[in-house]
RNA sequence: GCAUCGAUAGUGUAGUGGUCAUCACUAGGCGUUGCCAACGCCUAAACCCGGGUUCGAGUCCCGGUCGAUGCACCA
């Protein structure tokens, strides 16, 4: 989504959108979906080496929250019953009320048309009453009068039926977020019955979008990395903050939207302090997303985080951030999602489903209370009341009973029972502990948008020798091939050699490409053009010495090594444990 | 969804209603080639879809799809 602050921006002569989709496209990352029949906007394929980059961005991510932070993956189903989504708030509250101008044929939100005639809760009335509410109203398009239109909800959520007779409703997820709040009460006991505690979901979801636009930025169906972290709504002090404590970056809050200000650069710890970020978890996971997006390739400077505004932001939502990707195409591109959610999601299922959605938190000292227990003299309520002196029993514990006796009201009927049959008794007890709903960190992230970001960051052209050379500068760990393996010639042996090499890599889990078509400057610059961050070139001195060359994509500089210690070299190359630079020492 | 513009090999393109469509790059094969898009020969490859007008449509008209832009939409 492109921010309201740049929504007029024009299209700035260093956009690069189109070469970098062209290249895209052309060299095997991503290109519309079913393109035979007629692509549909809003579905893409990832091809060959888009998916082994997406791939990788992904294992990345898990190599942040499932590794680091120990926040295990689970899998749910994309397709969910209905009861799921009525609980969530998106069978009511994730559909557009609309209707169609009879003259112009425009689709209109007749809530905003009702609202801009200033119609009272127009955004909370049903859509029969948004149908007389907005009749007669001027069509904000093409000023007609609304006439003999129906108001009808537009959910952007893929409906679907589950079984045959479709008797039960179904939908595909329109985000991961909810199988794992579903799941609260098995992952509490996986977790041992501890706070605090995450979980995360890599994967497919789905938005019926009245109108996709902007490539791979907006989709019908697509890829999302959630992590729901729970915390004790009183504890949103992370126990490992001083990690990022003193990490520092731009952070766009919503005072200075307001004052029409800039971005300032924040340390984690100042931000906090200042009550610029609500609490330690979103500014841990703020300076985590940071951390995690400049490690994928997205340029720092073209990176803040932008606060909601009051009205933007979820009723329920204590804070939340975006963080958000410069593209020179669509502006600042909302990627990722940081909010504190507070207890509404677990609420709403606790709610929808009848179970507790509570941790019972223990307390460090028992806490002694003085409770008041009112025990029911059976032996006469129950004879006097038969069937329903249980029940009057069980309400007696709940009132304040006079002088005389208490009365009390069961199945609409009231009941008077004297004093003399029920003992009040008054007990020190010793509570341990409280039942605690907890409140939920989220960040969640747009693999997709990460992606595009990915490929217009890492995209340049440099003139090598009077010609464009195209590449793409993605960090290594990310490229999707790893390394190429180029015999100078296709004879002498030299290609023998070259699948042996290639062979060794694999059977070290590299991604190694072996290449001995045309000339060798022409390898070079097509491996350049898709990424591929090493080289290996087999010569007639590797016949003698055993020795290769290896060349850096960036540099194009080339160093002379020993074939028995690529494998070793070009790991660590890969993970960044060490650079090409120190090589050539 | 509305409006404007566009759509020809993988890419970029040429193409007065009149021969199974131009050129370049790319790709594949063979040869040559001692490290950054070398060269020679050969090969493959396209008029977005559906209607209409016409003797004849890549070309004109209508509708659709997709894309770009503006508006609207974006829990």
């Keep these: 989504m492109v921010s309201k602050s740049d929504k007029k921006s024009q299209v700035p002569e260093n956009d690069i959108y189109d070469q970098v989709i062209d290249l895209a496209r052309r060299r095997g990352f991503v ?22 980059l997406k791939r990788r961005i992904e294992n990345l991510w898990r190599q942040f929250y499932v590794v680091s932070e120990g926040y295990y993956e689970i899998e749910c189903p994309t397709i969910g019953q209905e009861a799921i989504y009525v609980a969530s708030g998106h069978v009511g509250g994730f559909a557009d009320k609309m209707c169609q101008c009879p003259a112009c044929e425009e689709y209109l939100r007749a809530d905003h048309v009702a609202e801009a005639h200033h119609v009272p809760d127009a955004s909370v009335m049903n859509a029969a009453a948004l149908q007389k509410a907005i009749t ?35 939908y595909l997820r329109p985000e991961t977020a909810q199988g794992i709040f579903v799941d609260f009460g098995r992952l509490l006991r996986f977790y041992r019955d501890r706070l605090p505690f995450g979980t ?95 490690s994928i390739g997205v340029k720092p400077e073209k990176l803040r985080f932008r606060q909601h505004l009051p009205d933007e932001r979820a009723h329920y939502a204590e804070d939340c951030w975006d963080a958000e990707i410069r593209s020179e195409r669509f502006g ?10 507070t207890d509404y999601d677990l609420k709403a299922h606790a709610e929808g489903s009848g179970d507790s959605f509570t941790v019972y938190v ?62 009040i008794t008054e007990q020190d007890v010793d509570v341990r502990g409280t039942d605690v709903r907890p409140h939920v960190i989220e960040p969640s992230y747009g693999i997709d948008r990460m992606i595009y970001a990915v490929l217009e960051h890492s995209f340049d052209e440099e003139e090598v020798e009077g010609e464009i050379r195209k590449v793409m500068r993605f960090p290594s760990r990310i490229a999707p091939v790893q390394v190429a393996v180029l015999p100078l010639m296709t004879r002498d042996g030299l290609d023998t050699i070259a699948r042996e090499i290639t062979h060794t890599l694999h059977a070290h889990e590299i991604l190694a490409e072996y290449d001995d078509s045309g000339a060798i400057g022409r390898r070079y610059r097509r491996q350049d053009e898709v990424g591929t961050p090493l080289a290996i070139t087999i010569d007639y001195d590797t016949k003698e010495d055993q020795t290769v060359t290896l060349r850096d994509r960036d540099s194009m500089k080339q160093v002379r090594v020993k074939i028995g210690d690529l494998p070793l070299l070009i790991s660590g190359l890969i993970k960044g444990q060490h650079n090409f630079a120190d090589l050539c020492g």
Aim: charged fraction near 20%; hydrophobic fraction near 35%.
């Design 31 to 52: 290109w519309p979906s079913s393109e035979c029949y007629g692509s549909v906007a809003g579905f893409i394929d990832y091809g060959p080496l888009g998916t082994l």
């Design 136 to 170: 007669g109203l001027p069509c904000p398009a093409c000023g007609e009068k609304l006439e003999n239109i129906e108001v009808f909800a537009f959910n952007l959520m893929f409906q679907t039926s589950i079984g045959p007779g479709s008797q039960r409703k179904g």
């Design 200 to 294: 995360v979901q890599i994967g497919k979801s789905y938005r019926n979008e009245i109108s996709p636009r902007q490539g791979m930025i907006r989709l019908r169906e697509f890829t999302q990395a959630e992590a729901e972290i729970f915390v004790h709504p009183e504890e949103k002090n992370h126990p490992n903050f001083s990690r990022y404590a003193d990490y520092s970056f731009p952070l766009f809050s919503s005072d200075q939207q307001q004052a029409g200000g800039e971005a300032k650069v924040y340390t984690m710890k100042d931000a906090v302090a200042q009550k610029v970020i609500a609490n330690e978890y979103v500014a841990y996971y703020l300076a985590l997303t940071h951390d995690l997006l400049t």
């Design 362 to 423: 223990q307390f460090a000292e028992p806490k002694r209370e003085r409770r008041r227990v009112i025990s029911a003299n059976m032996g006469v309520l129950g004879p006097q009341y038969r069937g329903k002196a249980k029940a009057i029993a069980d309400a007696l514990a709940t009132v304040a009973p006079g002088p005389d006796g208490a009365t009390v009201t069961v199945d609409g009927e009231e009941y008077f029972v004297p004093s003399h049959l029920f003992e």
């Design 332 to 341: 600042w591109v909302e990627t990722v999602g940081i909010a504190d959610r």
